[in-house]
């Protein structure tokens, strides 16, 4: 009889249910979505994974596309999916408020994180100041990393230092591989040792999260790097293949609204917007890792050298 | 279609779909690596390409290793504790057996999980005994072995004591009288009668192991440590996707599983000596004397580690307010049973949607499996051995593979519908993996019933459905039910192919613990596992009362 009732839902509701894709906070995207639905009484079905997880979806399901709306965690993927051809060119009139760094005429950020360093301040350490602290005999065997295969921020933060830093960034890594760092998982996986203490810090954890737990009283701290870190906008973008791109225009829309952006701001990401208010550290005070000098390394290139460090082939 | 050929009709559509389409689409797309362009250029390139890659030879080995290391500790736990259980008059005898099927039942990903927050560096053992140092064994291959084997000995431990309860000791006591000492009687007659038994349960084992995805899932990611099925959920999941790689190793996968399978039905064929008269076997147990003490002693600390650690830590972990809170009493909170009824909750969503799917999936592979085990043992038509395979093929088949099997199948743009992005999907997927249950059961009443009172019926002017209807299910009622409860138990926690299938606003159970872990709300997923557990044990318990009814 349940099973019933759920199939004749189903079927109802899937009619004209408007279908999103989305990396990073499951909770921000069901509220996201609730609020969307209540404003606009448009179903949304959330389809949640991290960033490598969603981006497999969409890409299995080219023969027959299901997503309208999209929202990673890592910039190049949009990049990467405007340069197929696979997106809607929409400007929300919400997104005026949004800098200009944070949109194009096919994307825009929905929210923005930073990584640091997640220490935990009951491990016995002392308190790491920059990446290169995480290399030292103190650290040893004590640090996680989440796997930039899997997290989109993760991978931007790679990229990021090997942009600014070249063959150095590279040193780091060896340094970090020869004193034990492991990968574990994406972003909250790499996280969960550090909480109950098997380790003592996070290399690179997205900073939304860590708010979280310090929020549910975890003995953790948030650490922006003194050499500088990066900044990832999580950006949203319409399929060209949505058979709703009505809908899915007025959910950016609301994502952009104030409403959405202090939802956004709720899960401790940075909105997009500047004149939305959050309480945390926002990106305009953290100090971010110089611009590349020549073109950005590409992502293929890095998570390969990488994952050849780390022996995951 | 005439009323004779409407049911093995009826039965034959259901298998092809649920374990027939999905299975060719593999094989398909293994060989033919361009099929979702509609061309068949290039056959088995991917095979030649997978087998060049040089991880490959650490995938394959490291799921033998498992497999083999899980079959080797779950006989040395289980034979030990099967043989004790079944030769001798053990105090609580049946309560053991309920306890020892407890960790049959923790789903292995919980399992796993929970012996991570219990074992790693200032987990909840080492908060409690400081100098235990067991993080860097658990994120080990060894250790995911010992893991798996605390999920699967039982499945020895019972098919040993079984055995050698039912023909064990009554012989030995022929060859006691007749002058052997009592190592030489079990030695010569005890063992050598309970080897069928064993050996079949511990390629059970074997097979389990390789197909598992959980425990290398949760355990894996830390150590490094890729077998088959993570590998094959890697290609599959992970930008970017290797559809046809995947299904390759699925293949590879499958055809592990079917050399263990075939080796276990070489070894039972014609050696069962198990008694399916269903007559009480008269079974003389001796005492154990002075040996009580040690062998309950034994029997104690296996259930406290299999049985005790993972469910006191599945429970801590969601009784505590913070990880870094540690073990005390301050940290004790109901918050994350809160989370779960909170308002936005996916919870009760993906906890309503597991209840309904797995109540699907028992009605529709009950009914399955009682048609297609009657057609085979009682009606034997033509065609039984084809519906007797597919019926029972899926034992052989890992999640992953029909998970694989279902996205290459239905994920298509030729179908007019399909039902890939729907529940449906789930629904085949569970149906198609634990439909050999009822099967298995069924057929096992229904060869002790015999043809005489079908034939009675028939005699007397009913037809075949009238005689199946009035006579047979009544009478296989109990093993159905028993079995259809098992299924729906399995079906509410199943993990891989939910992850793999579940479309965009559906969460099942475990797909709702598992994205718990990884979005770092350790307690809100492990009071979810706590539910889960709960609720499969009482279903499982209630079921094993309903076979042991049964049999006895």
């Known amino acids: 009889m349940t099973a019933m009732t759920l199939s004749l839902a189903m079927a109802a509701g899937s009619a004209q249910a408007l279908t999103l894709y989305t990396a990073g906070p499951g909770s921000l995207a069901k509220k996201l979505a609730a609020g969307y639905e209540k404003q606009t009484g448009v179903k949304v079905d959330v389809f949640q994974a991290t960033t490598g997880k969603v981006m497999a979806r969409l890409e299995a399901e080219q023969a027959n596309p299901r997503a309208d709306v999209l929202i990673s965690a890592s910039w190049d993927t949009a990049t990467d999916l405007e340069q197929r051809g696979w997106l809607l060119e929409y400007q929300s009139p919400n997104a005026e408020q949004v800098p200009a760094q944070f949109k194009t005429p096919y994307y825009v950020a929905q929210g923005i994180s930073a990584l640091g360093i997640v220490w935990n301040t009951k491990s016995g350490t002392t308190e790491p100041k920059d990446w290169g602290d995480l290399a030292k005999p103190e650290f040893k065997d004590k640090v996680t990393t989440p796997d930039p295969s899997l997290s989109g921020a993760s991978l931007d933060l790679l990229i990021g230092l090997q942009n600014a830093h070249a063959q150095q960034a590279w040193k780091l890594f060896e340094d970090l ?84 952006q202090k939802l956004v701001a709720d899960a401790w990401l940075m909105p997009a917007r500047t004149d939305i208010d959050a309480k945390r550290p926002l990106f305009k005070t953290l100090k971010l890792l110089p611009e590349a000098s020549q073109a950005s390394a590409s992502r293929k290139d890095v998570l390969e050298r990488f994952a050849k460090l780390f022996g995951q082939q | 279609m005439n009323r004779n050929a409407f049911l093995p009709g009826v039965t034959g559509i259901a298998l092809l779909l649920l374990v027939a389409v999905p299975v060719a689409f593999v094989v398909l797309q293994a060989v033919f690596p361009h099929l979702d362009t509609g061309s068949y250029s290039a056959p088995f390139s991917t095979f030649t390409r997978v087998f060049a890659e040089p991880s490959l030879q650490a995938l394959f080995a490291t799921t033998l290793k498992v497999g083999l290391g899980v079959a080797l500790c779950s006989a040395l736990i289980g034979v030990p504790l099967g043989a004790l259980r079944g030769l001798f008059a053990l105090p609580g005898a049946v309560l053991w057996d309920v306890v020892f099927l407890i960790p049959f039942l923790i789903p292995p990903y919980i399992a796993a999980l929970s012996w991570m927050l219990a074992l790693q560096t200032n987990g909840y053992v080492q908060q409690l005994l400081p100098w235990l140092h067991l993080n860097d064994f658990l994120f080990s291959l060894p250790g995911m ?146 040996w009580t003490l040690p062998v309950m002693a034994l029997f104690t600390v296996v259930a406290f580690i299999a049985v005790a650690l993972p469910i006191v830590s599945t429970l801590v972990t969601a009784f505590s307010g913070t990880l870094s809170g540690g073990l005390t009493l301050s940290n004790f909170t109901l918050r994350h049973f809160g989370n779960l009824f909170a308002a936005h909750s996916d919870a009760l969503g993906a906890l309503s949607t597991s ?121 296989v009622f109990p093993s159905l039910l028993a079995s259809m409860m098992m299924v729906f138990a399995v079906a509410s926690r199943e993990l891989v192919t939910s992850l793999l299938l579940s479309p965009a606003g559906v969460q099942t159970v475990s797909v709702y613990v598992w994205r718990q872990f990884e979005q770092g709300s350790v307690g809100d997923g492990m009071a979810m596992a706590s539910i889960a557990v709960l609720l499969s044990l009482t279903l499982m318990l209630i079921a094993f009362r309903l076979q042991q009814r049964q049999t006895s």
């Open chain 2, 145 to 290: 072995v010992a893991v798996m084997t605390l999920n699967v000995f039982p499945v020895v431990y019972f098919a040993v004591s079984r055995s050698m309860a039912a023909s064990g000791s009554r012989l030995a006591d022929v060859a006691r009288i007749h002058g052997a000492g009592p190592w030489r009687a079990f030695i010569r007659i005890t063992l050598p009668m309970a080897l069928p038994a064993m050996a079949s349960s511990l390629l059970l084992a074997f097979t389990l192991s390789i197909e598992e995805y959980g425990v290398p899932g949760a355990l894996g990611s830390r150590s490094g440590i890729l077998m088959l099925t993570t590998g094959i959920e890697q290609r599959l999941a992970d930008w970017p996707i290797d559809m046809p790689g995947a299904a390759v190793l699925s293949l590879l996968l499958v055809a592990i599983a079917l050399c263990a399978y075939s080796v276990q039905r070489a070894v039972l064929a014609g050696k069962n000596v198990e008694s399916m008269t269903g007559k009480p076997a008269d079974v003389t147990q001796k005492s154990l004397a002075g």
């Open chain 2, 355 to 475: 209840l309904s799917l797995a109540l699907g999936t028992a009605l529709i592979a009950g009914a399955t499996g009682f048609l297609a085990s009657w057609l085979v043992v009682a009606r034997k038509i033509r065609g039984a051995a084809l519906i007797d395979g597919l019926s029972l093929f899926p034992a052989t088949l890992p999640g992953i593979v029909v998970g694989v099997g279902l996205i290459l199948a239905w994920n298509r743009s030729f179908w007019p519908v399909t039902p890939y992005n729907t529940w449906g999907i789930l629904l085949l997927s569970y149906c198609c993996l634990l439909l050999p249950y009822p099967v298995r059961y069924v057929s096992a009443a229904l060869k002790q019933i015999g043809g005489n009172l079908d034939a009675a019926a028939r005699v007397h002017g009913a037809t075949a459905a009238q005689a199946l209807r009035m006579i047979l299910l009544p009478l």
């Open chain 1, 177 to 260: 591989k020869a004193n034990g760092m492991i990968i574990a998982g994406p972003n909250a996986q790499a996280l969960t040792p550090v909480l109950q203490g098997a380790k003592a810090a996070v290399f690179g954890a997205v900073d939304y999260v860590s708010y979280g737990s310090v929020q549910d009283g975890e003995s953790v701290k948030v650490i922006f790097p003194s050499s500088g870190t990066v900044i990832a906008p999580r950006p949203m973008m319409i399929l060209k293949s949505s058979q709703q791109q009505k809908e899915a225009k007025a959910f950016i829309d609301y994502a952009l609204s104030p409403e959405g």
